[in-house]
Each structure stands twice: as structure tokens, then as C-alpha cells.
């Protein structure tokens, strides 16, 4: 499990074959997780998954009928939940209240001072433009808005961990990128972010590792690098000058299966194929070499969307097993 | 008290003194109370009543004579026949008294009027005729002063109460007993159910809007329900004591005309009551349970009001489970009603120590004097019962306000206690 990475790296949460049962419904079974520290770790999984158990269980709103959940190597207690910011997926704020008291008060029950909330916020009002609505009430505020107070309000104590679920929900583009921007350098300044979402685009950009479930189980656990690479099913494409045709009918008998791209504008031909191993792949290039002028070769990585689905469906169409990797 | 607690209870507070309904109601309910009190005789003082004439045929020729006139209403005796005397204008009413009247007024006697005759004019002429027969009957016996000997022969005592488990024997007023207790126990329904619905459309509110999911990943659900109940309840410890400052300040204003009026009032009724009214040691006594008694029924009922709110999402939801507080209220306000008039029964006994019920069954038998045991026990009871309350509470709470969707039943409820 992740050998190489966790050798030199310490994990802020590891969540250890956790279980949890409603009535007649059983949220989580046995799951198990670490979360590199200074990493940005995505928890993805259908809808009805599990994942807000959870992330609930993480935060000490609810506790696990069995396995444990260590925080920064120690059993998690509520006295850590000031080092953790948690931004909800159904997340509002106190209508009749004005922006700045009622992130005041947010900040102090994270264990904030008000004189060190007001100075912390009213930077970060000023950070995000936000300065002019300290004084209005939050039901004159749009719900992007009041979004972005919402967003100061999780990471204003600075946290070790901060847990974002579905935060780009609710924005525009570019304040989306504002947020996202804001994200990174929260993780550069040494922060760790569980980010849970359902926008398979920014995970690929976004996080580092991942853990899919399903089910109430971990069904996919691991860097998201190595996991596009193990989904690839070693698919590759290249191009070159030359004849396609001619190439084709050369490399036939090494591929599982190949296709032919269009030429593009500069005269190099496409070919995409994939291969019953890895190992063919040096005798493959090495037939295709001796044939056209190769000019690109690019391993096809499946995205985030792609795996998601395979991996769901998968598990839904077999008893479950426990990740590999 | 944890400092997040200590956060909640001043948001809570806070954010309700400061709003201008909070400032309004508190201001201005005392003077609407103040003012349903006083019109009524202010009006009645202004209102000049109408005077009216009333036309009297009398057959009987036994009655009119003995008809007495009062401020408003003059009889007059008219010879003429009936269609002639509905055709006057200047006749109020027309009373007729046949000739039998004597022997059987009930099919006897006949009043017309334009439109439907008041209530008083009515019972006024009703009394008017029914003493003229009875004096009218008394002649007929032809006895001599019987009408000296049978006002001798009537009773109207006034009996003087006093207390014999008090150090002094203090005159004690069993009218006054009844408004107070009356009074006080009106207070505490007023308030168990104002201030426990508060708490729970607050809950609802915050889960409603979903400021709650953020608000428990900084604290802990119970200090969020705890703070919501404490700071609710010192708006209506503020609110009390507001009233409270306003009603001395009142009483204090009118004490010299209370007293002097007890000086001059020959009702010894009046004056004990008015002599109880200043003991300082019964009026403390009184307030100390009473405070003691509507501080520990909001806890109690406010806990099952925050456990109600956390279940539901909107408060159409909450109608059916509400029923659980809202019925052992009312069951106490009937029990107080019939408390007042007999404050040592065993129903009293038993639901003045029953924590649901007893806030107000025990404020309804205060004042009359019970033993100091009884109050003290009923007040440990009801204390006790709030922590037991507030921890079952606290389970329902805690699951309660993750649920969305569906609406709970009770039993559902109960069974959330058992989460872990």
C-alpha cells in the first residue's frame, strides 16, 4: 500500500476499517484510508455513497460504531476538530445576521479571539474583494456570495486539514478559479485538502491521491498518476511521416488493436493502438522505427470520468473486494 | 461552561434583545395589558348611558305602582291599548302586565322593544317586576311587619381566615389565593409556550437553511442545543424581569391609593387581601418558586421542544409531533383551572409533583399556603427530570438534525436514542 510514498511521508488522517450502520442501513463498511500530509486528496464515489458519513466521522459530528480514526498519529478527538476547517456541501449561514458578526462568531468557536477573527477576516475580505459586505445582512447576499463567506469561514484558522465538499458548486467560472487558486496555496503554505466532488475535471487537475467508494466500501485507493496509468490498458498513439497503411499492416500481429487517425496539417499521421502487454511495446516501436520517421508517441491516459464509471460499475456487478494497490 | 457553549448562549441572546420585536413586545405588552384592564372602565365612565322611557299597561293595576325608576330607564304609565301605544314614537319599550300577574307572572308578562333590548335593560325590568310581585305577595298574607321580620331573619356574614402554620396569624384571602395563583400560572403557560416554540422554530430555522452543518463541524451538537435553550431562556429571564421592574414600579405608584382605599373599604375581604398583597415575606416567597418553577418548566419543556425541531424540516412537519409537549400543557393549564378552586386535592397533589404538570399546578396552589416540603420536592423533581430530559433530548438531537426528508414518528424518535 503506497510503499514508496508513505516511507518519507507522514499522514495527517488515517481512518482504520471504519464502520457505521444507520437503521437497517449500513453507511460504511470497513473503510480504511490515509491521507498524505500537504497533499490534496479527493474522496469521490456516487451519490448515497457514504462519503458524508464520513467526512462527518472525520470531523467528530458523528462517531463510527467500529474502527478508529487517527489524526496527526493520534485517536481523533473533538478537541482537534479547531485544526480542521470543514466546508459542507449543504452549507448556509443566519439570515438575519450581519456578514461580519456572524463570521466572527464562526471564527470564535474555531478558538479565535474576536480580536484576532476581525483582524484575520477583514484581510481576507479584502483578499477576495469582499470587503464592502461586512456590514450587510447575509439574506441580501446572492448564494455565490455568501459562498465566499463561507469559504473564509472554513480556512480562516488556518487548519492542518481542511475538507472541501463540493466547493466550486454555486460559482461562476472565474470565481471558481479564484477559489481553486486559493485552494493550491493554502496546500503550498502546508495545509492538507480532502476535496470531495463530483467534477471529475478538477480532480485530474487538483488532487494527488484518491479513494473511490461505493457502497459503503473503498473500492479504488491511490495517487492518481499510477491509477490512470494502471486503467490505460496500454493504449498508446503515434505519430509519424510515412505510410500509415503500410505500418499498419506491419504491426499488425504485435497489437490487440489498432486505429488509424486523420493526418494532421504538418503531414504527420496518427495511429492509435493498445497491447496485450507492456512488453510488446520496445519490440513494437522497434518494427515501427525501422518503417516511417516516428515523431510522437504518448502513452493514452484514461480520465478521472472514465475510471470512475469502470471502477462503479464493476463493483456494482461483483461482490465487493477490498482495493488493490 | 465550555467557551463554545459560552459563544452560542451570547449569539443566541443577543442576536433576540437587539431586534426591534424583542424591544416592541416588551415594551408595549405590559401597556396592552395595562390597557385591557383599564378600558373597560374608562369607557364605561365615558359612555353616558341612553335614557329611555319604557310604557307600562298594567292590567293588574298591582305592578306599575311598585315599578322604582333608575338613572337610565323611567316607566310610565299609559291608560291607552296596545296599538295605540306602538305607534308613539317617544316609548323605548313597551312592558305589558296582564292581570294575573300576581299568581302566575310567567305567562304574564310581555316586553316589546324597537330592536333587541339590552342586557341590563332586560335584567333591570325582570328584577323591577319580580319585586313588585314578591312585595305585592308579601301584602297578601296580611300579616303585620312581615317584611321587617323576614329581613331580620336573612344572613350575611363575613368569615375572617387565618393561618395556622405561619408564625404570625396572618389573615390570609382565599380571593386573592385564586388571582394570584390564577395570575402566576397564566404566566407560566405563557411563557413554557412561547419560549419552548421558540426554540424549536430556531432549531428548524437553522436546519431549514443548513447554517447547522457548519455550525456542528466547530462544535459540538450538544453545546449547540444546550446554548440555543440557555440563551433563549435568559431572553425570557430578561423579558420577566423587565415586566417585572414595570409592575413594582406600578404597584408602587398606586400602593398609597390601594392602602388608603383598605383603610376606607369596610369589606374585610377587601382588606385582607389588600394586607397580604404588602407582606413582603409571602410576595418573596412567591417570587423566588415562581422564578424557580418557570426557569425549570422551559428547561423541561424546552428540551422536548429542541428535540421535536431537530426532526423535522419545516414547521408544518412539527404539528403532529408537537402534540407531545403541547398536550401535557394544556392537561396542566385544565388541572390549574380546577387547582385554584380546590388547591389540596390529591389531583392537585399528585400533578403539582409530576414534572409535566407541575410548573403550573404548583404555581396555581402557591399562594394558597402549602407545605414548604411539598414545593421543595416538587422543585427537585422537576430539576432532576430536566437533566433526564435534556440527555434524551441530546440523543434525539444529535442524529435528528442530520435528517432531512422524511418526516420522523415518535417511535422513530426513541429509536434514535439508541444510536451510537
Known sequence: MLLTENNFMTNIL??????????????????????????????????????TTLIRIINHITAPDS??????????????????????????????????????????LKGLSKADATRALKQWFERLEISSWWDKKVEELSKGMAQKVQFIVTVLHNPKL????????????????????????????????????????SVEELCDNITLINKSHNILTGPVSELRRRFSNNCYEIGFEGNAK???????????????????????????????????????????????????????????????????ENSNHSTPTPPEL | MSRALSIIIAREYLERVKRKSFIITTILMPIIMLAIMVAPAVIAMMSTPEEQVIAVIDDSGVVAGRLHDSDEITFKRVADNIDVVKKEEAYGAILVIGSNVVTDPDDNVTLYTHGSPSLTTERFVKDQIEDAVESRRI??????????????????????????????????????????????????????????????????????????????????????????????????????????????????CLMPFMTTAAATADDPTLVAAISQLGDPAFMAKLVVFMVLFLIGGYLFYSSIYAAIGSAVDNIQDASQLQTVAIVPIILALIISMSVVQDPNSGLALWTSMIPFTSPMVMMARMPFGIPVWQ??????????????????????????????????????????????
Request: hydrophobic share 45%; glycine share 6%; net charge negative.
Open chain 1, 14 to 51: 488515517q481512518v482504520e476499517n471504519v464502520s457505521k450502520t444507520f437503521t437497517n442501513h449500513k453507511a460504511l463498511d470497513d473503510v480504511s484510508l490515509e491521507v498524505p500530509e500537504g497533499k490534496v486528496y479527493g474522496l469521490l464515489g456516487p451519490n448515497g455513497a457514504g462519503k
Open chain 1, 67 to 108: 474502527g478508529r480514526v487517527l489524526f496527526d498519529g493520534h485517536q481523533l478527538t473533538a478537541a482537534d476538530i479547531v485544526n480542521i476547517g470543514y466546508l459542507p456541501e449543504e452549507r448556509g449561514l443566519y439570515k438575519k445576521m450581519k456578514v461580519g458578526d456572524q463570521a466572527v462568531f464562526f471564527a470564535r
Open chain 1, 162 to 201: 481542511l475538507i472541501f465538499d463540493e466547493p466550486f458548486s454555486g460559482f461562476d467560472p472565474i470565481n471558481a478559479n479564484v477559489l481553486k487558486h486559493e485552494i493550491l496555496k493554502l496546500r503550498d503554505e502546508g495545509a492538507t485538502v480532502i476535496f470531495s466532488t463530483h467534477n471529475m475535471a
Open chain 1, 246 to 312: 503500410e505500418l499498419i499492416a506491419k504491426i499488425q500481429p504485435c497489437v490487440r488493436t489498432i486505429e488509424p487517425m486523420a493526418t494532421d496539417r504538418d503531414g504527420i499521421s496518427h495511429v492509435r493502438f493498445s497491447l496485450n502487454s507492456q512488453d510488446d511495446l520496445r519490440n513494437l516501436l522497434g518494427v515501427a522505427n525501422a518503417e516511417v520517421m516516428l515523431r510522437t508517441f504518448n502513452p493514452l491516459l484514461p480520465s478521472m470520468d472514465e475510471i470512475f464509471i469502470r471502477t462503479v
Open chain 2, 139 to 252: 301584602e297578601l298574607y296580611e300579616i303585620d311587619n312581615l317584611r321587617q321580620i323576614m329581613e331580620d331573619v336573612q344572613v350575611d356574614m363575613k368569615m375572617k381566615t387565618y393561618r395556622l402554620d405561619q408564625d404570625e396569624e396572618n389573615e390570609t384571602s382565599s380571593l386573592l389565593s385564586y388571582l394570584l395563583g390564577t395570575f402566576m400560572m397564566l404566566i407560566l403557560y405563557f411563557f413554557i409556550m412561547l419560549y419552548g416554540q421558540m426554540v424549536m422554530t430556531s432549531i428548524i430555522e437553522e436546519k431549514n437553511n443548513r447554517v447547522l452543518e457548519l455550525v456542528v463541524s466547530s462544535v459540538n451538537p450538544n453545546d449547540l442545543m444546550m446554548g440555543k435553550i440557555l440563551g433563549i431562556g435568559a431572553v425570557a429571564v430578561t423579558q420577566i424581569l423587565i415586566w417585572a421592574i414595570l409592575i413594582v414600579a406600578g404597584s408602587l
Open chain 2, 375 to 420: 414545593s421543595l420536592l416538587s422543585v427537585v423533581l422537576l430539576y432532576v427530570s430536566f437533566f433526564g430530559m435534556i440527555w434524551l433530548s441530546a440523543k434525539i438531537y444529535r442524529v435528528g438534525i442530520f435528517m432531512y426528508g422524511k418526516k420522523p414518528t415518535f417511535m422513530e424518535l426513541m429509536r434514535w436514542v439508541r444510536y451510537k
